[in-house]
Structures are given as C-alpha cells and as structure tokens.
C-alpha cells in the first residue's frame, strides 16, 4: 500500500510543471485523492482535492493555474500547474484522504 509522488523539479517563475501521483494497494477507484503542499517553516497546507466522480476543489491559491486530474486506469493522480510562482515552491506530497496514506513527496522549486 504506497503512493508515489514523481515530476518535481526546478523550474522559472511563469512555467509549469505536472505532478503524478501513483498509487497501489487500493481501491483507487473509491478514494478521493488530493495534493499538499508544505514550504520550509510553513505548515502543510490544502492544494487540491478530487473526488471519485471527479468533482475538483482547490485552493484559492491556485485557482484558475492548477489542474488536478485523475486516471483510474493507471491508478495515478495528476495535478498539472502552471504560471508558477516563487510562493509555490515547497513539496508537494498527495493524500489518500480518509485513508490516512501520504507519499513521502516531489520537491517544486520556482525560481525568480
């Protein structure tokens, strides 16, 4: 039972990265998936969240710039960002909410 998290990286301010997340060991198809984010001194905080039947929240911090997505046929949840920022930059891990399963996170870093 494990979710991993891959396609961090460095990038500039304005471009844009996707996140997967890919999860094994449940029943992905039930489980409402979401990504977190947590900077350096700062608290984990909320990013996006999508349910089984695919409805979508998010962060008014990311509105309208990050994409979350899921594919239940490769069992892998996706949060596609783009015009990135500086404040974005932390590391994004994804939950299996209700679960209480976390992956161990990607790093984003968005340079100036």
């Known amino acids: 039972v494990q979710l991993v998290e891959s396609g961090g990286g460095l990038v500039q301010a304005g471009g844009s990265l996707r996140l997967s997340c890919a999860a094994s060991g449940i029943t992905f198809s039930v489980r409402t998936m979401a990504w977190y984010r947590q900077a350096p001194g700062n608290q984990r905080e909320f990013v996006a969240r999508i349910t089984p039947s695919g409805d979508t929240i998010y962060a008014d911090s990311v509105k309208g710039r990050f994409t979350i997505a899921r594919d239940g046929a490769k069992n892998t949840v996706y949060l596609q960002m783009s015009n990135l920022k500086p404040d974005d930059t932390a590391v994004y891990y994804c939950?299996?909410?209700?679960?209480?399963?976390w992956g161990k996170g990607t790093q984003v870093t968005v340079s100036s």
């Open positions: 939950t299996a909410e209700r679960l209480g399963l």
